[in-house]
């Protein structure tokens, strides 16, 4: 059985250790970081030239690019937006939700998906989201009832 004088002088220490380990962070110093040894750079060169990877495209692009796929195809989002500014002085939004995706199963996978609606300041509401092929020659939205795909044509039919 350890004694009462023994447990309370294995307190002291751990507190004293606890303590004087906190100093540096209590006076508000901070460390001092060490620098990391430099290495020279290493050159290879080759008798054949080397062609640079062509770089992915960037979010931006991918988006600029299927933004005006889908106001090719689908002028009535457009005539959503006018009607925004028509009636409320709202403003259109378009937001790109999702990209096609090789390793998932689900039905949306296949797809850029861009959600529409309208902005509010602070908040949005949806009108639709809209899903674009990886290949950008088909378009589906999503039922806003059954949350199922239905086709462009099919939508249209709703309007």
Known sequence: MIK???VS??????????????????????????????LAPTV????????????APTTASVEDTVFAYLDANVPEIAAYGESLIRNKGGKLIMRLDGLPDAKSSDEFAKYYQIYVGE???????RWHSFYVNAA???????????????????WRKTL
């Open 44 to 55: 290879v060169t080759t008798a054949e030239p080397t062609n640079p990877p062509t770089a």
């Open 136 to 154: 950008m020659d088909k378009i589906m939205v999503e039922d806003v009832v059954s949350g199922e795909l239905i086709s462009l044509e099919a």
């Open 4 to 6: 009462l004088r023994t």
């Open 119 to 125: 902005d509010l300041g602070d908040h949005v509401t």
């Open 9 to 38: 002088f294995l307190l002291v220490i751990m507190i004293s250790f606890m303590v004087f380990a906190g100093c540096n962070l209590l006076s508000g110093q901070t460390p001092t970081p060490t620098a990391a040894p430099t």
